[in-house]
């Protein structure tokens, strides 16, 4: 089944405290991209990233890295979390092109204490 | 600047009768705009696109959306609404050079029986 898994669903953890949210496409999809989402904000852009170690940042790209060292694989790292970082994350991959679908995952609820 | 605006936060319908969730737009060169929809606890999944061509889209489960370049809007619409499609929609649109999407704050869509 094509998918976009996003692994851990939920998180809990303290400020300052690093952690890494894993993402994998199983699409052979170029591009892959993380969001969040927060109320009455709609999804804002973190990072993106065309094709395997090329990443760009996004609209909200502070307090956050990411890798792109293999094509199904773009993890959302969060070196010293703060508590504005609690969110709802998507990651999104799709095939590349002006007119192609992202493809979304279940996403990671993070709350930051 | 980009932008998308979705200018209502709910919008209340009865079953069978008719549907619209509101879009506009603002973007630099041709605009490729997005319908997604987003079920309590999981991902967006993808509706319909407007790349270029008729101004009327079909997408998926019964839904279409209007491109009306003069008024930046691309409006989503349904005939006849069903309790099923109670959810959160977001409006997307992505430039030119797709590297960034850009989403709107999301319309909680309620059909009541």
């Known amino acids: 089944e094509a998918q976009v898994t996003q692994n851990p669903r939920y998180l809990i953890t303290v400020t300052g405290k690093k952690l890494t949210v894993t993402c994998s496409q199983n699409m052979n999809h170029e591009y892959m991209s993380w969001y969040r989402q927060d109320p009455g904000l709609g999804l804002r852009q973190i990072y993106y990233?065309?094709?395997?170690?090329?990443?760009d940042k996004g609209d909200v790209p502070e307090g956050y890295k990411v890798s792109r060292k293999e094509k199904r694989n773009f993890p959302l790292i969060l070196e010293s979390p703060s508590p504005n970082q609690t969110s709802l994350y998507f990651c999104?991959?799709?095939?590349?092109?002006?007119?192609?679908?992202?493809?979304f995952g279940n996403g990671t609820r993070l709350t930051v204490t | 600047a980009q932008s998308v605006a979705q200018p209502e936060d709910q919008v209340n319908v009865a079953e069978g009768n008719p549907l619209t969730v509101k879009c506009t737009y603002s973007?630099?060169?041709?605009?490729?705009l997005f319908w997604y929809v987003q079920y309590p606890n999981r991902g967006l999944q993808f509706l319909l696109k407007y790349i270029t061509g008729d101004n009327l889209v079909k997408g998926s489960y019964g839904f279409e959306a209007e491109f009306n370049k003069s008024q930046t809007s691309f409006h989503l619409k349904k005939p006849s609404a069903l309790v099923s499609d109670s959810a959160l929609y977001f409006c997307?649109?992505?430039?030119?050079?797709?590297?960034?999407?850009?989403f709107g704050s999301g319309t909680k869509l309620n059909v009541k029986p």
């Open positions: 999104a991959s799709a095939r590349g092109g002006n007119n192609s679908p992202l493809h």
């Open positions: 990233s065309m094709n395997v170690e090329v990443t």
């Open positions: 973007v630099s060169g041709n605009p490729y």
């Open positions: 997307a649109v992505s430039s030119g050079n797709f590297n960034k999407f850009y």
